[in-house]
């Protein structure tokens, strides 16, 4: 612990929660610890006093960690300081990038706190053992110098540092080499063997022994490694290559080392490294990486929405699926957000009064909710919630299956709806229905069966077939027949039948008959229907005179008509059919399908439908179809199919009516395209306009660093004000309707910025801004955003003399009314006596005033324990409206949302 003390060690690292896990680490082992949350607090940091040890970041904004590694390197005083990157990235590449800015060492998020622990002991002992061997070649030249006396006192301090130096080999896990590149020369301490499988110095120490144990793949990469850094291209060497054991094996070796000694003309004259075995971890990343892709895989392609959220709910993994259901279109959208934010609100209440509670307490929970979709709208699912635990048993995530319902409550529904309209249709039919169960027995019947037949209530009530048949035989021409067909049907249920009774009366009653059959194919009885076809038989006369008409209306039809028979060649086509495909009525009846002129592309969707209708499934469909003419050109059209059936519902033809619809596609294609290029343009202007102001901010940026202290204020102002502009289509060209933009990301972005832009002050007097969620056009975006600039400048610049504290708060509200109130708010010190707000001396303020008159609004200015302004206005030509909840913030961590104060750095 006394010498982990004496070692301080800078954490970089942009976010909070690996800052504070790198720093209980280490600091609960003993080392003193600063963090830094970006790379310039990081280089200030290290120029402040010189730590021993950098454990940086790679990805941050503004300076990632490869440029902070960079400029370290460039301090003559900073340069030794041994960087070791801890990042995510682990590609070859990344590394290769990363050892080319100066980095020593490499370790991967996820860390594991052993390997941390073991690279940061390995670099900081490498770092003693160069700092004591300078020290001690310092106090030997010394000593020479002043008097040769003390050179055995010398010689047996540099004995004891090297035998505390071999103490230290002996004691590390590490393997320890030493090699003079000059003269071949070469030392490998005993784990050095050992981690091969060998006893200590089995073989002599030398770099060939070394290099014909590295795998012959890679022997070049090794080698290139090796010479850049003997030649000065390279600080420090690290490579992670394999090395053969003893027993014929391979093992992962990592070997870190540098050039710590040359002649005056550069060369190299001593190399020192260390070699770890690094196969567990590297068999284990291999394992998880093959682990991972297995899962997301899976979690991929299925059709089953799945998420997993840390123990706040907050989601960590969502899959496209679960996307999907929201509304999103991409599992992105949805990461970060809590599980309760896309339940709608009693859900949500539900979920965290009854079914969390009970997952904690039982590990799991099943059943169905609402999910609430972007859109507003709700989806039914069933969810199932579990507990994900790690090794200790401990819960570390929840895991939520979700299954999209909405077609099985939609069936249900139509389930519950055919029920009713069965039964208000039988209850209302013109037929007779008899409906008996596998026995016989009768089930049900409706009241015009009893009337066709005459049957009292008392013998249906009885549910007897056989009391029922008597009534019925009384009433029949010939009985015995009625009374056979009836007990082949009962003695074969797969029979159908479909026949005409007469009665002794002179009435004709239609008879049909079928098995009920369920999905599973199991019989469940049969059913009967009777009508009285009496007065339809004087109606085929009538029938007769409808085909006349028929005819009239087929010729002369402007749609294609065209009719199939059994076989589905054409039986009939009228002239327009004829005119739109370019065939004649010879050349297609009797010789030609529909599907002969289908398009090839069409052909399997067309043939599937027509499956369908002659299986019987359907009676007709409506399909979008090409049709391939007899001059080869393709046309678009909407063909509307109807089966003709036969009595007993057989398919007996088909009948095809075709509309052209290819001049309908082609010009929706070209509005389409149309508007397409005016969207790509309108976008293009926002983003060059908003690229020209931001030149322009620059521009004023960099005249304002030459000027004076009064013409570099006055200029600063005029950036932001430009500046506050450009945010404007910044957002504009970040929209989807590119007329108008979220005011609440606006804000966010602008006050970002002024926070930036009054550091320090902005430390001690944070902004909150309570923003609602509104969509703003840009006629009323740019004076809002530029009145906002002036007046949290102004109050920065004004309300806080000398080390005061306070606060800013910004609002933006929709009035009941419809007007919109901008309130900004200080809490300073106040306004000046007399102040009265119109006529203001200041130009920022008379820019407000002139800014409120161009949004024709009224602002009033008071000082209730600071100053205070609020501007009520209009928006000019445009209706105010809500938006959905906003997205994330931009930019982290300082952000503006409604009611949280911004953080500064």
């Known amino acids: 612990m006394t010498d982990t003390l004496n070692h301080e060690i800078l954490v970089v690292d942009d976010t909070s929660a690996n800052l504070r896990l790198l720093s209980s680490l280490l600091v609960d082992h003993g080392y003193r610890v600063r963090v830094a949350s970006s790379g310039a607090m990081a280089l200030r940091s290290a ?24 400029q370290l390197k460039k301090d003559q005083r900073l340069r030794p300081i041994p960087v070791v ?19 020593v060492d ?35 030249e010394q000593r020479v110098a002043e008097r040769t006396a003390d050179l055995a006192h010398a010689n047996r301090a540099l004995q004891a540092s090297e035998e505390r130096l071999r103490l230290v080999i002996d004691a590390t896990s590490d393997a320890i080499w030493d090699w003079n590149p000059t003269s071949g020369e070469m030392y490998f301490s005993d784990r050095w063997y050992t981690m091969l499988e060998h006893l200590p110095g089995e073989f002599a120490a030398g770099f060939d022994e070394w290099h014909q144990r590295v795998h012959p793949d890679d022997v070049a990469q090794v080698k290139a490694a090796v010479q850049t ?9 690290s490579i992670e290559y394999r090395m053969r054991t003893r027993s014929g094996g391979w093992t992962w070796i990592q070997s870190r080392g540098r050039v710590i000694e040359r002649d005056p003309a550069g060369n190299p004259q001593r190399m020192v490294g260390t070699n770890v075995d690094v196969t567990a971890r590297r068999v284990a990343q291999c394992a998880l990486d093959d682990s991972l892709t297995r899962f997301t895989s899976f979690a991929e392609a299925t059709e089953y929405g799945f998420s997993m959220a840390d123990l706040d709910f907050n989601i960590t993994y969502a899959n496209p699926a679960l996307a999907r259901m929201f509304g999103e279109h991409g599992a992105a959208a949805v990461i970060g957000h809590s599980v309760l934010t896309f339940h709608a609100p009693e859900v949500a209440g539900r979920l965290s009064e009854q079914v969390l509670p009970t997952l904690f307490e039982q590990g799991h929970w099943q059943g169905e909710l609402e999910l609430l979709a972007v859109d507003g709208s709700r989806v039914p699912v069933e969810e199932n919630l579990f507990l994900i635990r790690d090794a200790e048993g401990k819960p570390r995530y929840i895991g939520d299956i979700v299954t999209d319902i909405t077609a099985r409550k939609e069936a249900e529904q139509r389930l519950q709806f055919t029920n009713a309209l069965l039964s208000a249709e039988q209850a209302a039919s013109i037929d007779g229905i008899l409906v008996v169960d596998e026995a016989g027995k009768i089930i049900s019947t409706n009241p015009r069966f009893a009337e066709i037949w005459e049957i009292p209530q008392s013998v249906l009530s009885s549910n007897s077939d056989e009391l029922a048949l008597r009534c019925v035989l009384d009433k029949l021409a010939a009985p015995h027949e009625f009374l056979d067909k009836v007990k082949f049907l009962y003695a074969n249920p797969e029979a ?10 002179d009435r004709v009653i239609d008879r049909n008959s079928c098995p009920m059959r369920g999905s599973d194919g199991r019989y469940y009885g049969r059913i009967w229907f009777f009508r009285d076809i009496t007065e339809r038989k004087r109606a085929d006369e009538a029938l007769r005179t409808s085909e006349a008409f028929f005819r009239a209306i087929f010729d002369n039809s402007l749609y294609g008509i065209g009719t199939s028979g059994k076989d589905m060649k054409l039986t009939q086509v009228n002239p327009a059919f004829c005119k739109m495909l370019g065939y004649t009525s010879d050349e297609m009846i009797g010789k030609m399908s529909i599907g002969d002129v289908t398009h090839p592309d069409d052909v399997p969707a067309s043939r599937e439908a027509v499956g369908r209708m002659l299986g019987g499934e359907i009676d007709d469909f409506t399909l979008e179809k090409r049709y391939v003419t007899k001059s080869g050109k393709i046309i678009h059209a909407m063909a509307f199919v109807n089966a003709i059936r036969d009595e007993s519902g057989g398919y007996v033809a088909s009948s095809a009516s075709i509309l052209d619809t290819t001049e309908k596609k082609r010009t929706e294609a070209e509005i389409a395209a149309a508007l397409r290029e005016k969207e790509t343009l309108l976008k293009e202007i926002y983003h060059r306009v908003k690229n020209n102001l931001q030149v322009v901010s620059s521009l004023l940026a960099m005249q304002g660093a030459k000027a004076g202290d009064e013409a570099r204020a006055l200029l600063d102002i005029s950036a932001d004000r430009v500046r506050s502009i450009a945010l404007v289509h910044e957002q504009l060209y970040q929209s989807k309707n590119l007329s108008s933009i979220s005011y609440p990301a606006y804000v966010r972005e602008l006050v970002a910025h002024l926070t930036d832009a009054y550091d320090p002050i902005s430390r001690r007097v944070p902004i909150v801004a309570e923003i609602d969620d509104l969509s703003i056009g ?48 200080d809490t300073g010190r106040g306004l000046p006596p007399g102040f009265a707000g119109s006529g203001a001396s200041s130009l920022g303020l008379r820019l407000v005033e002139m800014l409120a008159s161009q949004l024709d609004g009224r602002i009033e200015v008071s000082s209730p324990g600071g100053a205070c302004f609020e501007l009520t206005f209009a928006p000019e030509g445009q209706e105010v409206t809500f938006m959905p909840v906003a997205a994330a913030p931009a930019r982290e961590p300082r952000t503006a949302t409604n009611q949280t104060p911004i953080e500064v750095d």
């Open 47 to 70: 120029m402040a006093a010189v730590p021993d040890l950098i454990l940086l970041d790679v990805r941050m904004p503004e300076m990632d960690g490869l440029e902070v590694c960079r």
């Open 85 to 103: 990157f801890v990042s995510a990235l682990s590609e070859a590449s990344d590394k290769v990038a990363g050892f080319a800015a100066g980095a």
């Open 106 to 140: 490499f370790v991967t998020k996820p860390i594991e706190p052993e390997e941390v622990l073991a690279r940061v002991r390995t670099h900081l002992e490498l770092l003693a053992l160069q700092r004591r061997q300078a020290q001690v070649q310092i106090e030997l």
């Open 229 to 237: 850094n003997l030649q000065g291209d390279s600080p420090e060497l």
């Open 496 to 505: 159908t039948s479909h026949d005409e009774v007469a009665l002794k009366d």
């Open 778 to 825: 840009v006629g009323t975006a740019v004076p809002l955003g530029l009145v906002i600039t002036e007046l949290i400048s102004n109050a920065y610049k004004q309300a806080f003399p000398g080390e005061a504290t306070g606060e800013i708060r910004v609002m933006l509200n929709l009035l009941p009314s419809g007007l919109l109130r901008l309130t900004v708010r």
